[in-house]
């Protein structure tokens, strides 16, 4: 089975912290996700990946930068966290070839003091 | 810009009974569906998805609908059980951005025993 883990469960952070979330997948995909969920919104994309070195924007990149140097690793990078920054981050991958399938990460919720 | 409405956002059931989660997209060209499910503490998971060419797919107790014309999906759960309790989300697939997921509200599902 595919595993997508998320380094930490839970943070907590002070506003104007930089603050770095890993997601680690071990099943050689191409594609890779940071989302926030948040109650009434849904799942909203922030960035993601087509490969190693490659990013693009999602639909709420603003206060966000991501790094992807190697395969299995994406990054989501909080240059200086903020309040409304305070969310469930969810991690995700996806084969690029042939794949639709979403494969999640458990989490990590993140609240910003 | 392209959407997905989910309703209701929260839901309530008798164990047994059946429950059905409604889904509406705003883009034309999509042509893939699939549902997730979240366990409290979990990562969503794939349960079932269709494609544009199927007007329904089914999976034991678990069935998906699509009426292309209308842009409408739908979720329905047959013989309710307390395990199914979860937020439900659903999503559809921009062909022309990549491959991109754009996902409903989620639906919060209560299986009472």
């Known amino acids: 089975d595919v595993k997508v883990t998320q380094s930490s469960r839970y943070l907590v952070k002070r506003t104007g912290e930089k603050v770095f979330l890993e997601c680690v997948q071990d099943?050689?995909?191409?594609?890779m996700f940071w989302y926030r969920q948040d109650p009434g919104l849904g799942l909203r994309l922030i960035y993601f990946s087509y490969d190693v070195k490659m990013k693009e924007k999602g639909d709420i990149p603003e206060g966000y930068s991501v790094s992807r140097e190697k395969k299995e690793r994406f990054s989501l990078i909080l240059e200086s966290a903020s309040t409304n920054q305070t969310s469930m981050y969810l991690c995700?991958?996806?084969?690029?070839?042939?794949?639709?399938?979403?494969?999640f990460g458990s989490g990590t919720q993140l609240s910003v003091l | 810009g392209e959407n997905v409405e989910q309703h209701p956002s929260t839901l309530s059931v008798q164990e047994g009974d059946s429950a059905v989660i409604k889904c509406t997209y705003s883009d034309s060209a999509s042509n893939y569906f699939p549902w997730y499910k979240q366990e409290l503490g979990k990562g969503p998971q794939l349960i079932i998805d269709i494609r544009s060419n199927v007007g329904e797919k089914k999976d034991q107790r678990i069935a998906v609908t699509l009426n292309k014309t209308a842009k409408h999906f739908s979720l329905h759960i047959t013989e309710t059980q307390p395990e199914d309790s979860a937020v439900y989300f659903c999503a559809a697939v921009l062909r022309n951005q990549g491959g991109k997921l754009i996902f409903g509200q989620g639906t919060e599902l209560s299986v009472k025993p």
């Open positions: 099943m050689d995909h191409e594609n």
């Open positions: 995700a991958s996806r084969s690029g070839t042939d794949g639709e399938k979403l494969f």
